[in-house]
């Protein structure tokens, strides 16, 4: 997004319906390009179906700090006048056995932190 960028959601929608946020800007601003990594063991880890979800929102008014000028008409475009909405991601595609596991081994560390927590 450019100037007029406001907010910005990742989402994963599940295979049985259910939402879950991937990655969440609420207060974008331009010169926030930033690279989103996650550790190897907070990467999202997705059943086979699930749908990714990306909302934009963009703020054209008189309220916009950043904004260059309400009154412009706004399209798509390269500049910073202009705007746009993308994300990219990495996808690699696992097996179900591997999901399977990955998911059996993330349960059991989550279950041995809570544990340790609690001595």
């Not at 100037?3 to 049985?16: Q, S, V």
């Not at 926030?32 to 179906?49: F, S």
């Not at 963009?58 to 706004?74: C, G, I, R, S």
Request: no cysteine.
């Amino acid at each position: 997004m450019h100037f007029r960028g406001k907010a910005f959601t990742m989402e994963a929608i599940l295979p049985d319906g259910r939402t879950e946020v991937l990655n969440s800007v609420p207060q974008y601003r331009f010169n926030w390009h930033i690279n989103y990594v996650y550790t190897k063991d907070a990467a999202p880890v997705l059943p086979r179906g699930t749908i990714i979800k990306t909302t934009a929102w963009h703020d054209n008014t008189l309220a916009n700090k950043f904004n260059p000028d309400p009154a412009q008409w706004v399209t798509f475009g390269q500049r910073s006048v202009d705007e746009m909405a993308h994300a990219n991601e990495v996808v690699v595609y696992i097996s179900d056995a591997d999901y399977e596991r990955i998911i059996a081994e993330r349960k059991k560390a989550a279950a041995t932190n809570t544990q340790q927590q609690q001595q």
